[in-house]
């Protein structure tokens, strides 16, 4: 969560709280006093009827009676709202981990599958472009036996948190498996997906990575694959279109590494 959004964050909970709170005072003073106002008449067999006693409710002389229960109703409103609060939290942690690869932060394989799917429809709907590439980070192996598993993991977080920040807004950046990564691209043809996979092996290639237990920074190159989706008679599934990427990223391997095929 981001410094500007924080403020703003505990301005909408303390809102929520008071909100809570003042329904809890409302409540209290208007439907448990005077409830327990009208249970007492009964119990105590006064005869009053019971309009009088609920409008009695309300005179001087059951001030303290009121105030109190007003307190209590406050102290359930915002019990209340603090536990419905604490749901809510709790419920958007299941949902982010439900959908994130616990490692990298990166949307995981099976939400961006889900994804996948949806702009398929959409493309092939409205007749848009859709294009996906897959990028996997070259000599990944030969890294994590020299440096070890728990230094492959600070790699991967470091490359796939660069990774989101050089993807476009409207992409979908996930990691679909080990040192494989993929992305998304709406409304995309070959054209400008080739331009924009070319960008990112650059950028890769150009920065200094720091994985904070290894003892210098060091460089990375990737190989990626590009795709768009194909137009064929029916309707393409997901699995097309993540073959035809997979099958570029192997020629891109397969001719040198440090490189885009499409």
Same mark, same amino acid.
């Given at each position: 969560?981001?410094?500007?959004?924080?403020?703003?964050?505990?301005?909408?909970?303390?809102?929520?709280?008071?909100?809570?709170?003042?329904?809890?005072?409302?409540?209290?003073?208007?439907?448990?006093?005077?409830?327990?106002?009208?249970?007492?008449?009964?119990?105590?067999?006064?005869?009053?009827?019971?309009?009088?006693?609920?409008?009695?409710?309300?005179?001087?002389?059951?001030?303290?009676?009121?105030?109190?229960?007003?307190?209590?109703?406050?102290?359930?409103?915002?019990?209340?709202?603090?536990?419905?609060?604490?749901?809510?939290?709790?419920?958007?942690?299941?949902?982010?981990?439900?959908?994130?690869?616990?490692?990298?932060?990166?949307?995981?394989?099976?939400?961006?599958?889900?994804?996948?799917?949806?702009?398929?429809?959409?493309?092939?709907?409205?007749?848009?472009?859709?294009?996906?590439?897959?990028?996997?980070?070259?000599?990944?192996?030969?890294?994590?036996?020299?440096?070890?598993?728990?230094?492959?993991?600070?790699?991967?977080?470091?490359?796939?948190?660069?990774?989101?920040?050089?993807?476009?807004?409207?992409?979908?950046?996930?990691?679909?498996?080990?040192?494989?990564?993929?992305?998304?691209?709406?409304? @995309?043809?070959?054209?400008?997906? *080739?331009? #924009?996979? %070319?960008?990112?092996? =650059?950028?890769?290639? +150009?920065? /200094?990575?720091?994985?904070?237990?290894?003892?210098?920074?060091?460089?990375? @190159?990737?190989?990626?694959?590009? *795709?768009? #989706?194909? %137009?064929?008679?029916? =309707?393409?599934?997901? +699995?097309? /279109?993540?073959?035809?990427?997979?099958?570029?990223?192997?020629?891109?391997?397969?001719?040198?590494?440090?490189?885009?095929?499409?």
């Amino acid at each position: 969560m981001t410094n500007q959004r924080k403020p703003m964050y505990k301005c909408k909970f303390a809102t929520r709280l008071l909100l809570h709170t003042l329904i809890g005072v409302i409540v209290g003073y208007g439907v448990l006093h005077p409830a327990s106002v009208f249970i007492f008449h009964r119990a105590t067999h006064q005869s009053i009827s019971h309009i009088d006693s609920l409008i009695s409710a309300f005179r001087p002389d059951h001030g303290w009676m009121a105030l109190y229960f007003s307190f209590i109703g406050a102290l359930f409103g915002l019990l209340n709202g603090l536990y419905l609060q604490r749901t809510a939290v709790l419920y958007e942690k299941v949902k982010k981990l439900s959908l994130t690869d616990e490692l990298t932060g990166l949307f995981n394989r099976r939400h961006f599958i889900q994804s996948l799917e949806r702009e398929i429809r959409r493309a092939q709907r409205y007749g848009n472009d859709l294009a996906l590439i897959m990028i996997d980070i070259d000599h990944f192996k030969k890294y994590n036996d020299a440096f070890g598993h728990l230094a492959g993991d600070r790699l991967l977080r470091s490359f796939a948190q660069h990774l989101a920040r050089t993807a476009r807004g409207t992409d979908v950046v996930g990691r679909y498996g080990g040192e494989e990564f993929v992305i998304l691209m709406p409304d @995309t043809g070959i054209e400008m997906a *080739a331009h #924009l996979a %070319e960008r990112i092996r =650059q950028d890769i290639q +150009d920065h /200094l990575f720091e994985t904070h237990g290894n003892p210098k920074s060091f460089k990375i @190159t990737v190989s990626i694959g590009c *795709a768009q #989706l194909p %137009e064929v008679e029916g =309707q393409s599934q997901a +699995d097309d /279109l993540i073959k035809l990427a997979d099958d570029c990223l192997y020629h891109a391997k397969s001719n040198g590494r440090n490189r885009i095929c499409c």
